[in-house]
DNA sequence: CGCCTAGTTGAGGTAAGTCAATTCACGTGG
DNA sequence: CCACGTGAATTGACTTACCTCAACTAGGCG
């Protein structure tokens, strides 16, 4: 289920062989458990394995000096963690899980074999992070540019939109397992601006979140209000043929 | 001169052939010129060409409906334009040249058809936009969580990296042409505040930004400042041999 | 000569931050 | 069973970094 979610989204850009599809599969072997708040990839680290994250979520972010840290992004079942970390040799991000997570670990050295006999799936690999980049780049743009209630209300769509591509969510909400905390790290706020800016959503009869619960009480209102465009999140069919 | 730059770029992560090398050199035919101003990719256009750019200075941005326009990143001479528009088969950004620009036009199919003949080349591409959402992980982390100042500092310390690395800048400076308005759509802040922010940095002695010239009068302070790392910016040897 | 664009500076407004107090749910140990 | 501590959410009072509006300067150019 979740190694078909993985190759749902890499077969998006390449479509992959029988074979490819099973140097992939071989990839998504050592199961491993960690639990929430203990991260799995550190700052600075070289030569980490990464990670097919299975059940449970995970967010990458960077802390600074002053003890002050932004969120990049959240992970889901489905994602990787920590491949840039590979593909670059150093780590330039934390990864911590939010919940407990299962995942499996890929080996640097096994990652590298694979992309040098199954190019093709090396090339479906990379153009996902290329995706990837849209969304960091969409993040970019709410943080520069939007008010604390167009961030919130842009991010809860967009996780909204992952979570249903593999089967987590719909147009009513989702659970979310975040706490107000983790949205102010994300969205470059204080934690009790988050909590007002939700406040305010609920008040005007947006979306409630509450109690590990996102609902949505007006999808469409909430998207008008966050100018939420989803297309860069889902591709029809193969680039690559 | 910039055919090399891109090689050197792409020799980073993977080891090329001669092959390899010189389809990439077919690449690199078409020449165009474009002026200042005028943009060269459309959010939503789709079935777009990429770029690779020549000489001059171009930015790729968003525009949000209010008006607002947040820029995302700016390329240097060695950098592809628009490849993002490619590789997901529709643009989710604007191109912009900030000053008169040479570039080689690749048609997407071109592209596709490197791609399908040499998969290792394609592998450098896509792992150099690997390298490419770095630099937007750290742009996110300075607007999300850092001073203006501390923006300011970070951004002007990282684009003279960047041309370090092309032979354009040093540690004495670099030749700049960006407005201030550039420098406030890129930090997501108001061009007033700029300027101001320009003016303390400069009274602190740190940096001097004036008439198309950058020059750090203490770099050592100003990276202390901005807390300044720039290993995700270079790549000492190749990684995939 | 006038217009446009880039830069500069001042005065005053506002979105969001900080500090602080309170509540509630939860677990843990006496 | 209660006392206690801890982490999350909530709300109020006050501060501040940055924005907006506005006026002015200086260079480039038709």
Redesign the pocket.
């Known amino acids: 289920m979740i190694a078909s979610s993985l190759a749902r989204k890499l077969g998006a850009f390449v479509k992959l062989s029988a074979t490819e599809l099973s140097v992939l599969d071989s990839l998504n072997k050592r199961k491993r458990i960690f639990v929430a708040g203990r991260d799995l990839v550190h700052q600075g680290q070289s030569d980490q394995a990464a990670y097919i994250l299975a059940s449970g979520w995970a967010c990458s972010y960077k802390l600074l000096r002053d003890g002050e840290r932004q969120i990049v992004d959240f992970q889901i079942p489905g994602d990787f963690l920590g491949l840039r970390s590979v593909l670059l040799h150093t780590s330039d991000h934390n990864v911590e899980p939010v919940t407990d997570i299962e995942v499996t670990e890929v080996l640097a050295s096994d990652l590298l074999d694979a992309f040098v006999k199954t190019p093709r799936l090396a090339m479906a690999i990379l153009w996902a992070t290329s995706r990837d980049e849209a969304m960091v780049v969409e993040h970019l743009v709410d943080i520069g540019r939007c008010?604390?209630?167009a961030r919130m209300a842009h991010f809860l769509l967009e996780l909204g939109t992952r979570l249903s591509l593999v089967g987590l969510g719909s147009r009513e909400g989702y659970a979310c397992p975040l706490?107000?905390?983790h949205l102010a790290d994300a969205l470059?706020?204080?934690?009790?601006?988050v909590?007002?800016v939700?406040?305010k959503l609920r008040d005007k009869g947006m979306v409630t979140f509450?109690e590990g619960l996102v609902t949505f009480d007006d999808y469409d209102a909430l998207a008008t209000f966050a100018e939420f465009d989803p297309t860069y999140l889902d591709q029809i069919g193969p680039i690559l043929v």
């Open positions: 008010s604390a209630g706490t107000q905390y470059g706020l204080s934690a009790v601006h909590n007002r939700l406040r509450r």
